[in-house]
């Protein structure tokens, strides 16, 4: 089966500087890949997505890179706030056009002010 | 426009009652989802709703999990002779309208159930 992990279960970085957070992912099938931030007590909040034809997609702030040859996902946050503080997971699809998602066990990002 | 909503937002129950988790999707949308987290874990995925079509059951874990979906909107998880190992937050996501498989998931606040 496929299996998607986190290179770091935690992350702290100061107020300003940039984050950087890791998922590799084992499925060569996948096509399409999310990242999502969950707050305490919150359901998860879709932050990006990139789809396997791209290696790049940016948004505000936030930077998607995929890297499919070694199979690794990557989301940058620039100039990183305490509003950011949060659970990061990251999520795959199986591939073929399915539906199901399989998400990592995410990275708690501390932001220190 | 209302996100997904689910009720409610906590449970609690004795070993081996049933227990009943309702999720009211975005509006218009027509797949939804349910996940299971864990306490410090991700989203494990649970069971899957696409417009009329029969739903994808594979991810519940034992035949004591079911869930339905009524008029292609609401739908109510239901675990049936809870045990400990269901303690978890329960978490419903819709997408949708166009039915693909890149559709954004949106989620809700998710139920955590705690069995005692």
């Known amino acids: 089966g496929e299996s998607v992990g986190l290179h770091l279960p935690t992350l702290s970085v100061q107020e300003g500087d940039n984050s950087i957070i890791n998922c590799a992912y084992s499925?060569?099938?996948?096509?399409?890949f999310i990242w999502y931030k969950q707050e305490s007590g919150k359901g998860p909040q879709f932050i990006i997505d990139?789809?396997?034809?791209?290696d790049k997609r940016q948004g505000q702030r936030v930077t998607v890179l995929l890297n499919k040859t070694v199979k690794h996902l990557s989301l940058q946050i620039a100039a990183t706030q305490p509003g950011d503080s949060a659970v990061y997971f990251c999520a795959i699809t199986s591939g073929a056009g399915s539906y199901q998602l399989t998400f990592g066990k995410g990275t708690k990002l501390s932001v220190i002010p | 426009g209302a996100g997904v909503s689910q009720s409610p937002s906590n449970k609690v129950t004795e070993k081996g009652k049933d227990v009943e988790l309702r999720c009211d999707p975005i509006s218009g949308h027509t797949a939804l989802y349910w996940y299971r987290q864990s306490l410090g874990q991700g989203l494990e995925f649970l069971i899957y709703?696409?417009?009329?079509?029969?739903?994808?059951k594979s991810g519940l874990p034992s035949d004591r999990f079911s869930a339905e979906r009524t008029g292609g909107s609401v739908s109510t998880l239901t675990i049936q002779r809870t045990q400990q190992e269901d303690s978890a937050v329960y978490l419903c996501?819709?997408?949708?309208?166009?039915?693909?498989?890149?559709?954004?998931?949106?989620f809700g606040p998710g139920t955590r159930l705690t069995v005692l």
């Open positions: 499925n060569s099938a996948s096509d399409y």
């Open positions: 990139i789809r396997s034809n791209m």
């Open positions: 996501a819709s997408s949708g309208p166009a039915g693909a498989s890149t559709d954004t998931q949106y």
């Open positions: 709703f696409q417009g009329n079509s029969a739903p994808d």
